[in-house]
């Protein structure tokens, strides 16, 4: 297209105040199948993925995908697709509609983390030892201890943009979209800002 790529297309499309095809699954028909693009179409939420050339039973199973199941008859010896065909971005599930994602400062319970499978994004936690990753590499009860010396610091740190982009990218192969809980922005070293960045370039 002259005026606009498909990127721009599908944002057009999913931003249209009273569009009818707000909610219609979106597929990037592209000639460039490298992986680095292959991120950026998950992470602009398209539906499917076809590289060029596309073959026909690539195109018959990636509509298989997104059609109601009601109107599609198949015919022949078809289980593979039956079984429906997988996900664009990963090679052996499809991919979830929503993924709820939080910070290691979030304070979530062991519970709720285990019953809704919530990736964890990380904080550092800086000592005199060195650089630690929070609730991997080191616990509260670690860095209290450590803290009950007064010659003892002890330097939260958020994570960056880009670390808060990767983590984005990554859970992207997995959903469709991204819920993150993040503590308060008025808390110090909070990961609101730069989530909120990374959310702002995904």
């Keep these: ?14 931003d249209q105040t009273g569009g009818r095809c707000r909610d219609t699954a ?15 179409y998950a992470r602009e939420n398209f539906d499917g993925y076809l590289a060029k050339p596309v073959s026909g039973d690539a195109l018959e199973n990636e509509l298989y995908n997104h059609l109601p199941k009601e109107i599609v008859h198949i015919t022949g010896n078809r289980s593979e697709i039956a079984q429906e065909s997988v996900s664009w971005m990963n090679g052996a599930k499809k991919r979830k509609s929503i993924v709820i994602t939080t910070e290691s400062v979030a304070d979530l319970s062991p519970e709720i983390i285990a019953k809704y499978q919530i990736p964890i994004l990380p904080h550092m936690v800086r000592t005199e030892e060195g650089l630690f990753k929070d609730g991997q590499e080191i616990e509260t009860q670690g860095i209290l201890k450590y803290m009950e010396n007064p010659d003892h610091q002890v330097l939260p740190m958020g994570p960056s943009v880009r670390e808060v982009e990767e983590f984005f990218s990554k859970q992207l192969t997995y959903a469709n979209n991204v819920i993150h809980i993040s503590i308060s922005s008025k ?3 909070s990961g609101y800002q730069p989530a909120g960045h990374a959310a702002g370039h995904a």
């Design 26 to 40: 979106i597929v990037i028909l592209t000639a460039n199948a490298d992986e680095e693009n292959r991120a950026l």
């Design 1 to 14: 297209m002259p005026e606009m790529d498909g990127i721009e297309c599908r944002r057009q499309i999913k």
């Design 187 to 189: 808390i110090e070293h």
